[in-house]
């Protein structure tokens, strides 16, 4: 038999580390190929993981509730051995007579105590030495609960500053989730690095209206939303002017060959943007599903990795809470954003001079001025509002 490292997974494009939140086998179980293995939160989703390989669990390495780099090793598997046998179950050895896994020790590097980035923020955070401090992860490493028990406990008589009433009120401390920390901190290095601009349109939406009535008397489902004709005319958009399919790299621009467009999904207590996959090949009804499957996944946090990764370009949609207009910020590394606003009835000047009812959409694209520069932003946009204008044009591009 041999014993294989199971290292943290890539499971985002962004993905530096993700914590362990809790553990679908146990010391000792047999694990086969594809079996759910570990749930894990990362900077995007709680996402479940399944095993590459058959075989035994042989120990956990990280704990529920820590934190493992990118590629650290989190458990070891025992593999079947040539006869291809694994037994059932293997009992978990005894804690006082079980010797830890061996595992080469790694140098520090010029005196640098070895620690988890989560576990070297927090000791910043608390004013805590790394150096000297006994290490319980993987291979030594220093780990959050080792800064945690290294950390002196408050005197039980004083109060947290927080939990006191005062002008304010009875203020109530919210801890960040791995995914809220991390959307809080790519949306700060936006705003922060992002040279972005925003072009704003208002869309005639009669004909999208009269398209979907068409569909649903026909009997077509799922129905397509509005969002999904949205979806639907940014992707042949893009397909056209491919420059906002694109991203940012010191000295290169990347421009894609697929057309992955995300959908910004309200999870709760998250911004989720799951991924409709080569959304320009696929038909408004696929769109529709495909969205309509994402967005469940995204609220009931089952969505998988390969639902989250290779996004191309972002819409977001306030229009279900009537926000008329807005703008969104860009979803590094993408070049691109398009806002969209509620469809709803309101005043246009007729071609007569006279004043009529239409249902329009407000739309706001932003752009990452390093890549798109103003007159290809406002072609695509264009083309975006000619193809929801005419959307029998979505049916048959």
């Not at 650290?72 to 830890?100: E, F, H, K, M």
């Not at 790519?186 to 925003?198: H, I």
Request: glycine fraction near 8%.
């Amino acid at each position: 038999m041999t014993t294989l490292e199971v290292a943290m997974p890539k499971l985002s494009d962004s993905m530096e580390e993700a914590t362990v939140l809790r553990w679908l086998k146990s010391a000792g179980d047999r694990v086969a190929r594809g079996e759910p293995l570990v749930e894990v939160e990362t900077d995007k989703a709680t996402i479940v993981y399944e095993a590459e390989t058959e075989g035994v669990l042989e120990s956990i390495l990280v704990a529920e509730g820590e934190t493992a780099a990118l590629g650290a090793p989190i458990a070891l598997l025992r593999t079947d051995d040539a006869s291809g046998q694994v037994p059932a179950r293997v009992a978990a050895p005894a804690a006082a007579a079980a010797p830890a896994p061996v595992l080469a020790a790694v140098p520090a590097l010029s005196g640098r105590a070895r620690a988890t980035p989560v576990a070297r923020r927090l000791a910043a955070q608390l004013g805590v030495s790394l150096q000297g401090l006994a290490g319980s992860g993987p291979q030594g490493r220093i780990v959050v609960r080792d800064v945690r028990t290294a950390t002196p406990e408050p005197a039980a008589a004083a109060p947290s500053p927080a939990s006191q009433p005062g002008g304010r009120g009875t203020v109530t401390e919210l801890t960040l989730t791995t995914t809220q920390k991390t959307i809080a901190q790519r949306m700060s290095d936006s705003r922060a690095q992002v040279p972005e601009f925003t072009l704003e349109a208002e869309i005639a939406m009669d004909g999208a209206a009269r398209l979907r009535e068409d569909l649903r008397a026909g009997g077509v489902e799922p129905l397509p939303s509005f969002n999904d004709l949205v979806v639907r005319s940014v992707a042949l958009a893009l397909r056209d002017y491919p420059g906002l399919n694109a991203s940012f790299e010191p000295g290169r621009v990347l421009r894609f060959g697929r057309v992955n467009v995300g959908v910004a999904v309200d999870a709760g207590d998250a911004l989720l943007v799951p991924v409709v996959h080569d959304a320009d090949r696929l038909s408004l009804v696929e769109i529709a599903a495909e969205s309509a499957r994402l967005a469940e996944r995204a609220r009931t946090r089952s969505l998988a990795p390969d639902d989250l990764a290779d996004g191309t370009f972002t819409v977001s949609n306030l229009g279900m809470f009537g926000i008329r207009r807005f703008q969104a910020v860009i979803n590094q590394p993408q070049a691109a954003i398009l806002a969209v606003g509620a469809v709803a009835p309101r005043a246009v000047v007729a071609p007569d001079g006279g004043l009529v009812a239409q249902r329009t959409m407000d739309v706001s694209l932003s752009c990452d001025h390093r890549v798109v520069y103003g007159a290809e932003a406002a072609r695509f946009l264009a083309r975006v509002r000619e193809l929801l204008e005419h959307p029998t044009l979505l049916m048959v591009s």
